[in-house]
Nanobody
Framework: QVQLVESGGGLVKAGGSLRLSCVLS????????MGWFRQAPGKEREGVSY????????YYARSVKGRFTISRDNAKNTVYLQMDTLNPEDTAVYYC??????????????????????WGQGIQVTVAS
């Protein structure tokens, strides 16, 4: 059974940092593209960043580029999202997702989220002003 488990969320002051982790179990990271998403109350789910376990390509949404860094450790089957210079607009439930269909991060980024293979349960990130 494939599972994704996020950790590392919490409450942080504006300007602070958090690092999220997503562990993939039951499948190999190096044949999946992984993505981080977020959903704020009353808003649609938004793709934040993606990384390919296949070719190492990376993609960032414009809203987080330069502030967030995605990375992976294939040996640990884990993807990380380092979030710096956080602001209250980053407050949301953050999810990770995995899909074995895509080769590159950009390919997953432009595809409908409803088609992805696996999703984590989500974790709350709250940025206080």
């Amino acid at each position: 059974q494939v599972q994704l488990v996020e950790s590392g969320g919490g409450l942080v002051k504006a300007g602070g940092s958090l690092r999220l982790s997503c562990v993939l179990s039951g499948a190999a990271l190096d044949v999946h593209v992984m993505g981080w998403f977020r959903q704020a109350p009353g808003k649609e789910r938004e793709g934040v960043s993606y990384i390919s376990g296949r070719d190492g390509s990376i993609y960032y949404a414009r809203s987080v580029k330069g502030r967030f860094t995605i990375s992976r450790d294939n040996a640990k089957n884990t993807v990380y999202l380092q979030m710096d210079t956080l602001n209250p607009e980053d407050t949301a439930v953050y999810y990770c997702a995995a899909d074995g269909t895509f080769l590159t991060a950009q390919a997953m980024a432009v595809s409908p989220t409803g088609t992805y293979d696996y999703w984590g349960q989500g974790i709350q990130v709250t940025v206080a002003s």
